[in-house]
């Protein structure tokens, strides 16, 4: 079945400092590739997408590249803020599977300033 | 423009009590899930809806039922509630069936049993 495994956390950056976090994916067919974010409190909200290989999803500062090669979709963001502060969810979703998506464990961001 | 709303926020039961979790969305969304997050687990689908009148089982369906009233509202609820049910539940929707769209996800229900 498909997976997302996600890079280990709690991450902790200084402000301004840059950011990777690591995705790889195992999935049939071609899915969409997404993160999320989930500030404390609150649901998840989407933060970026990737429908196709190659495509880059990118929102407020943030990017991630789907590579279909490597099967990953790593999120980057080159200056960090305490407000990134949040927990960080890797998920794909296919066309094939009920609209079910399938989630990584999270990773936790913490930036200090 | 509410988008996915959830009641209650918090609630605490008794072991074997019963509850109803209550979703609505003012989308116009097709489909509609019920997650569980544990600390270090991510989301775990419980249920879910592809669209009015249908609900499959997710990957941790024992102890929950569910219905689709309408196509607003997808409830969950628990017959007799168990201490491992201590988690925080999310609804969420998705306009279509497709799972190349995104979902959007309501405030979340932390629900604690004793």
């Known amino acids: 079945g498909d997976s997302v495994t996600q890079m280990e956390g709690p991450v902790t950056l200084s402000e301004e400092a840059f950011l990777t976090i690591n995705c790889t994916y195992t999935a049939t067919g071609y899915p969409s590739l997404f993160w999320y974010v989930q500030y404390p409190g609150e649901g998840l909200q989407l933060l970026l997408k990737?429908?196709?290989?190659?495509d880059k999803g990118s929102n407020k500062g943030f990017e991630a590249t789907y590579r279909k090669e490597t099967t990953s979709f790593h999120l980057e963001k080159g200056s960090v803020q305490v407000s990134d502060s949040a927990v960080y969810f890797c998920?794909?979703?296919?066309?094939?599977?009920?609209?079910?998506?399938?989630f990584g464990d999270g990773t936790t961001l913490t930036v200090k300033p | 423009n509410a988008g996915v709303t959830q009641t209650p926020k918090f609630q605490v039961l008794k072991t074997g009590q019963s509850m109803t979790l209550q979703c609505a969305q003012d989308?116009?969304?097709?489909?509609m899930y019920w997650y569980r997050q544990d600390p270090g687990m991510g989301l775990r689908l419980i249920y879910y809806?592809?669209?009015?009148?249908?609900?499959d089982k997710g990957e941790v369906p024992n102890g929950y039922n569910v219905s689709r009233l309408n196509k607003r509202e997808f409830s969950l609820r628990l017959e007799s509630a168990a201490p491992s049910q201590t988690s925080v539940y999310f609804c969420?929707?998705?306009?279509?069936?497709?799972?190349?769209?995104?979902?959007?996800f309501g405030p979340g229900t932390r629900l604690t049993v004793l």
């Open positions: 809806s592809a669209s009015e009148g249908t609900t």
């Open positions: 969420a929707s998705r306009a279509g069936t497709s799972g190349s769209n995104e979902q959007f």
């Open positions: 998920a794909l979703g296919g066309p094939t599977n009920a609209g079910k998506s399938t």
């Open positions: 990737a429908t196709k290989a190659d």
């Open positions: 989308m116009n969304h097709n489909s």
